[in-house]
T-cell receptor, first 114, second 112 residues
């Protein structure tokens, strides 16, 4: 596709379950970001991947959150033992190269923990 | 930690210029000013960025003060589709430290 693709678009899960959110960046983009946005709030940085460099994980809120990027392309954000406060829209973005002008965002995955 | 300060909300009449201010008094020499906007239920969209010179593109103009401590995003002829939350972001241009840190932004409402 032409843009950043995220799946699923919506996810409802029970408290305590694990979830995986997927991000397909724009082909050739080496930088990939994950953010989350709680209802009515701004974007909270989670993690940043750049090429083969070690990811910047400084925004992950707890050790229940992890992310990986396989082959420098697709990324998966995993939340273990979900809690109600994890309910949010999770946004992925990619950009062409380090320091590139523009980050392109996906439409997000709306996660609801019940 | 967001390094910018923006008014929480603004209104602008359709067809008029919308001027959105941003304060970034602690900006460093290697940091750019970026603007993104987020229309309801969509992911953020890049608008423009600059270092110290004023910039213009097809969407907007960016005016940065000479001391770089503040800037203004100008939408020259606002339309209803410009209603969105506008984020002013200071972004370092350092290897390995280029994440975008969003603040709370300005909710701009275009009034018909």
């Amino acid at each position: 596709g032409a843009g950043v693709s995220q799946s699923p678009s919506n996810k409802v899960t029970e408290k305590g379950k694990d979830v995986e959110l997927r991000c397909d960046p724009i082909s050739g983009h080496t930088a990939l970001y994950w953010y989350r946005q709680s209802l009515g709030q701004g974007l909270e940085f989670l993690i940043y991947f750049q090429g083969n460099s070690a990811p910047d994980k400084s925004g992950l809120p707890s050790d229940r959150f992890s992310a990986e990027r396989t082959g420098g392309s697709v990324s998966t954000l995993t939340i273990q033992r979900t809690q109600q406060e994890d309910s949010a829209v999770y946004l992925c973005a990619s950009s062409l190269s380090r320091g590139a002008t523009e980050a392109f965002f996906g439409q997000g995955t709306r996660l609801t923990v019940v | 930690d967001a390094k910018t300060t923006q008014p929480p909300s603004m209104d602008c009449a359709e067809g008029r210029a919308a001027n959105l201010p941003c304060n970034h008094s602690t900006i460093s020499g290697n940091e750019y000013v970026y603007w993104y906007r987020q229309i309801h239920s969509q992911g953020p969209q890049y608008i423009i960025h600059g270092l110290k010179n004023n910039e213009t593109n097809e969407m907007a103009s960016l005016i940065i003060t000479e001391d770089r401590k503040s800037s203004t995003l100008i939408l020259p002829h606002a339309t209803l589709r410009d209603t969105a939350v506008y984020y002013c972001i200071v972004r370092p241009f350092d290897f390995g430290n280029e994440k975008l840190t969003f603040g709370t932004g300005t909710r701009l409402t275009i009034i018909p």
